[in-house]
């Protein structure tokens, strides 16, 4: 029991949170507010599961928000090209379009960082600028809006259930490829010890790749849905998504020095997160003091779940 | 070897860099040969219509008064530093004026000095900085402007009721004057009361999300009044996606081709729209017009327009909301 506490700390804070707010306030457990909260998250739960492959094996993806950027507007302009000359399937289209961009992203980034031996921290930086100076470029500056009708359907203002269950199938999938295939033990090999993983014959160059082109296409579709959601694609939007991303995997329990972590644990970190700001808003707490008490709390759950995971002996010194 | 390939690439690296700052001040439209002037226009943000039609503004003004124009600003109004860089380079290659919104009213207030003090005048527009230096401020009242917004959504309401407001960024000038004339204008009405601000952040996802859970923490509110487009597009969505589109009136600052699209639809009941056009086109003269001695009025008020679908049609005001089609 202890070591189940121990190794699901996260949602086990998560829990607590919900019922406790649900109890004292009113207009939280209320549908129509859950349900925003809930067609909110998936943006970022995608995100964050993608980067959680990415930290298991040590590394990290800065470029994640302007990725998404990049293609929600390749996405746009992709549909109103095709719109403007009435082919059918544009949406289709658009959405491959921006993932493909995404994924391209991925792989310069997986390729500099896993064969070139750039840190990832700066592959990633490079490509956060690239893919936002790129998605500027694209639009020269303006934002790109008026798609059709049935894009909505996506970003989750016309049925909050359809990004939800695109983000509980991604979460499921990512969670079954860590658990139950080969790549999934050689993304905690690799994070656990690349050295011996290389001599135990995990091609790691291979697969450290591989996590940054999962990372950056999970990115990419987080960016069309957000597209869809706010129904404008802005050069300049998911700025500082990453290091919200970022933050969601830590709450959620994953090292930073890789091979600790989970997706489920990056879901749970997500809905902390976004359940705070809807809270501080709900409660009409400033915008300023927002950012200082979801800082703070970022620092004291993952000082806490540090703690906690020390005490069982699950952490290694 | 390996230590002199290293360094060589460190050079190139820095070289590069350079170069491209350098480069990356695109000269306006108006350029002409033999320009009399050198003049560089640092928007706020240069990814909305409002600063697009700035833009515009400047442009013909450069174009009529034969000047050199430079446009370059950071690509978000939150950008305090960026837009602080872009400024210092430009004293730095000598400009004979800046023409500037600055992103932040205290932020700009040494370098506006230090321009001044190189013997670069200053024209302010659109967001001024709190000091004497610059030669003008031309701009809206954006005060009166707010509550003029103030007034028009305590009638949409019917004089009674909750209203929420959503400025962009805390401590932007324009922003907190647009809180301030807005709060006035509420605060002679009895029956109204504000009951939520949050801020935008300029972004209209942002936007959405504080716009809905202002609904949701005030059931009964009546109206909001989103202070910028940012803002304005986020609030609109979020009334959509709720289904409380009509049923609590929104009224916005400017007037973008997405606010119009829902001012038509019905999301938004009336605009507060600037003339973003002559503020370009009025900066850049104002110094062009201290460049060569003539006087200059300190503050210069471009005025607002209150746009509903009762005066949509007007001549006089599709030449406002158009002024990119002239």
């Known amino acids: 029991m202890k070591r189940f506490l121990a190794k699901h700390s996260p949602l086990v804070i998560l829990a607590v949170l919900c019922l406790l707010i649900a109890a004292l306030m009113p207009n939280f457990r209320k549908p129509g507010n859950l349900k925003k909260v809930a067609y909110r998250t998936p943006v970022f739960g995608i995100m964050a599961s993608g980067q959680t492959l990415v930290i298991l094996t040590g590394g990290i993806d800065l470029s994640v928000g302007s990725v998404a950027a990049l293609s929600g507007v390749v996405n746009a302009k992709t549909i109103k090209a095709m719109e403007s000359r009435s082919l059918p399937a544009s949406v289709s289209v658009g959405i491959a379009a921006g993932l493909a961009v995404a994924t391209l992203c991925g792989v310069l980034c997986g390729f500099a960082t896993a064969y070139g031996k750039i840190p990832a921290f700066i592959s990633s930086l490079g490509m956060m600028m690239i893919a936002r100076g790129a998605a500027l470029v694209i639009t020269g500056g303006v934002p790109v809006r008026g798609f059709p009708d049935r894009f909505a359907y996506l970003g989750g203002t016309r049925g909050w259930y359809i990004p939800v269950s695109f983000m509980l199938f991604i979460v499921a999938l990512l969670t079954i490829l860590l658990l139950a295939t080969r790549f999934g033990r050689a993304v905690y090999a690799i994070g656990g010890n690349s050295q011996s993983a290389r001599l135990s014959g995990i091609p790691v160059h291979r697969d450290r790749m591989w996590v940054f082109v999962l990372c950056a296409l999970l990115a990419g579709f987080a960016g069309i849905v957000e597209t869809s959601r706010v129904d404008i694609a802005a050069p300049t939007a998911a700025e500082g998504y990453e290091l919200e991303a970022v933050a969601a995997c830590v709450i959620g329990g994953a090292s930073l020095m890789g091979g600790e972590g989970t997706v489920i644990g990056a879901l749970a970190g997500t809905l902390i997160m976004q359940i705070l700001v809807n809270l501080c808003n709900l409660l009409h707490i400033e915008t300023d003091w927002q950012k200082i008490l979801v800082g703070s709390l970022v620092i004291a759950l993952v000082a806490y779940d540090t703690y906690r995971k020390r005490k069982s002996g699950l952490l290694k010194e | ?326």
Not at chain 2, 20 to 33: F, L, M, V
Not at chain 2, 176 to 203: H, N, W
């Open chain 2, 1 to 326: 070897m390996k230590r002199i390939t290293l360094a060589l690439l460190s050079a190139v690296l820095v070289l590069g860099c350079g170069k491209q700052a350098a480069q990356s001040t695109d000269p306006g439209q108006g350029t002409a040969s033999g320009a009399r002037y050198t003049i560089a226009v640092i928007p706020k943000g240069t990814t909305h219509d409002f600063w697009l039609t700035v833009k515009a503004g400047a442009e013909d003004a450069a174009r009529a008064l034969n000047v050199h124009m430079y446009w370059k600003g950071p690509d978000k109004e939150t950008e305090v530093v960026k837009q602080l860089n872009i400024i210092e380079d430009f004293i730095t290659m000598e400009v004979d004026a800046l023409v500037m919104a600055a992103c932040d009213e205290s932020a700009m207030i040494d370098v506006v000095r230090r321009a001044k003090d190189a013997g670069i005048p200053v024209v302010t527009i659109d967001s001024g900085v709190k000091s004497d230096d610059p030669v003008s401020f031309v701009a809206t009242d954006n005060v009166a402007g707010a509550r003029a917004a103030g007034q028009e959504l305590a009638r949409l309401i019917g004089g009674e009721g909750e209203v929420g407001l959503i400025p962009f960024v805390k401590g932007a000038a324009t922003s907190e004057m647009r809180e301030q004339g807005f709060k006035e204008a509420i605060a002679e009405i009895p029956g109204i009361r504000l009951v939520a601000t949050l801020y935008s952040d300029s972004d209209a996802a942002k936007g959405m999300n504080v716009t809905q859970d202002m609904i949701t923490a005030n059931p009964n509110l009546a109206g909001i009044f989103a202070a910028n487009e940012g803002g304005a597009i986020g609030a609109a969505q979020a009334l959509r996606a709720d289904g409380k589109a009509g049923e609590i009136k929104l009224v916005a600052f400017d007037a973008s081709d997405e606010e119009i699209a829902a001012l038509k639809e019905g999301v938004i009941q009336a605009l507060v729209v600037q003339n973003p056009y002559k503020m370009g086109y009025e900066g850049v003269k104002a110094a062009v017009d201290h460049l060569e001695g003539r006087p200059v009025e300190k503050r210069i008020d471009t005025g607002v327009t209150v746009v509903s679908m009762e005066n949509f049609d007007e001549p006089e005001i599709q030449n406002i909301l158009n002024p990119l089609s002239k």
